[in-house]
């Protein structure tokens, strides 16, 4: 008898033919997070097994990837004979701790002389007699024992854990998303990667108003993405003479309307330059004067690219649950300002209007987007432990 790793797909189930393309990315998914250790992964359209002597290490590190609906800890039975699955099912259970079960078949080899049923009962009926203080509860056991006949083997399990789900990372492509230092934007990179987003980020910075400190943090930040399987690049954009340039020139009320215009028309540039399809941000709703839906409006004027808020409609609480289950919340507290904050104007404009606007950016050097553009400093995701050194 084998035990071995057995990963239930969940959500790619309804993905059609597209399938294979889906399985074939978390499988590379799981190599990319069991380096290190010893296993052989076997597929198949329904289901996928990992063999490995270090079942809880693989284990651990699955219930961090996205795509997997359910690990469970199975056993594999070559011989098929109802004897060999009695007996099996006796030594499966008895290291087990529990009171009540029960016991479920699934018969996907309808040439299997027995029906389901009649192999649960007889199953059930050779724990009871074999293993001492137990007893049957068809409503609520503590232990349910699967059987699985299929035509290769059987299979049982009683020990499952919930995989993380959504969609293995790059199956819906890349996208650039809008990393700042604050609680919001990791949690929307979080939310994309799990719907199967690959993610690259821009990061704007305004040395020396801003430290090195604060993009220190935003490195770490990317870096807890990476948890989850995402491998990305961060494109720092020295933004100081644009957010200088607005400073003094331009209508102070607006400076925030006017410096987000700016950082979405560099991303959108970028984000094209890197085959990204989308770019996708932290924005809420109302959450603060830039975001309320007519500074949403007036901001994504400046652009037809597709801009994903996956927080639109959260609540800061929701966001800071999710912060803190994936690790981020720590590091996004930590004090050192990023470009936004420290340009904040006392009283930013709630209810911006287009005519001033446009009227103001007349003013404005676009040449320096291209100079900040051409200026981009790449920086490829450090390992945690090098990250944490930033800090
Ligand atoms: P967060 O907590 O993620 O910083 P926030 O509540 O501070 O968000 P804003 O500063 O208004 O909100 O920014 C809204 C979004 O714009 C951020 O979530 C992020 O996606 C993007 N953004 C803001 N500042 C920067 C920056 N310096 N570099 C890159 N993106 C930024
Ligand atoms: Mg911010």
Redesign the pocket.
């Known amino acids: 008898m084998e035990k071995l790793l057995l990963i239930k797909y969940g959500e790619l189930t309804t993905k059609g033919d597209n399938r294979n393309y889906f399985i074939n990315l978390l499988v590379k998914s799981i190599e990319n997070k069991l380096v290190g250790i010893n296993y052989e992964i076997e597929n198949d359209y329904y289901r996928m097994f990992i063999h490995t002597d270090d079942i809880y290490m693989v284990l651990d590190r699955l219930k961090n990837v996205f795509g997997i609906h359910e690990i469970v800890v199975a056993y594999k039975i070559n011989d098929s004979s109802i004897d060999s699955i009695c007996t099996s099912a006796v030594d499966v259970l008895k290291n087990a701790s529990f009171k009540t079960f029960k016991v479920e078949t699934n018969r996907s080899d309808k040439s299997y002389e027995i029906k389901s049923n009649e192999v649960s009962r007889i199953v059930g009926a050779y724990v009871l007699k074999n293993i001492n203080d137990i007893s049957v509860d068809v409503h609520n056991p503590e232990v349910l024992l699967n059987v699985e006949i299929r035509r290769e083997a059987i299979y049982l399990y009683y020990e499952s854990y919930v995989g993380m789900n959504g969609y293995p990372v790059g199956t819906m492509g890349k996208a650039l ?10 949690v ?1 990179g979080y939310l994309s990667i799990k719907r199967g987003v690959s993610l690259d980020f ?4 305004s040395i020396p108003h801003t430290s090195l400190e604060a993009r220190n943090k935003v490195i770490a930040l990317a870096n807890v993405l990476c948890n989850y399987g995402n491998v990305g690049r961060i494109y720092v954009v020295n ?1 100081t003479k644009i957010q200088e340039y607005i400073y003094k020139n331009m209508k102070s009320d607006y400076l925030i309307t006017f410096m ?1 215009r700016m ?1 979405y028309r560099i991303a959108e540039k970028l984000a094209k330059n890197i085959g990204a399809n989308a770019i996708i ?4 709703i109302g ?2 004067a ?2 309320t839906l007519t500074s949403i409006k007036a901001v994504n004027d400046v652009t037809n690219f597709p801009i994903i808020r996956p927080l639109a409609t959260y609540d800061k609480l929701e966001i800071i649950d999710v912060a803190k289950k994936i690790g981020s919340y720590d590091i ?1 507290i930590l004090p050192y300002e ?4 420290v340009f904040v104007p006392k009283h930013p404009i709630i209810n911006p209007k287009f005519d001033v606007i446009y009227s103001e950016e007349e003013k404005f050097d676009f040449s320096l987007l291209e100079n900040a553009l051409n200026d981009i400093m790449v920086i490829d995701i450090p390992t945690k432990e090098e990250s944490n050194e930033y800090l």
């Open positions: 998303l809008m990393l700042s230092g604050g609680i919001d934007s990791v929307a821009i990061y704007f910075e933004f987000r950082m941000n932290g924005e809420n959450q603060v830039s975001q996004s990023d470009c936004c904050t």
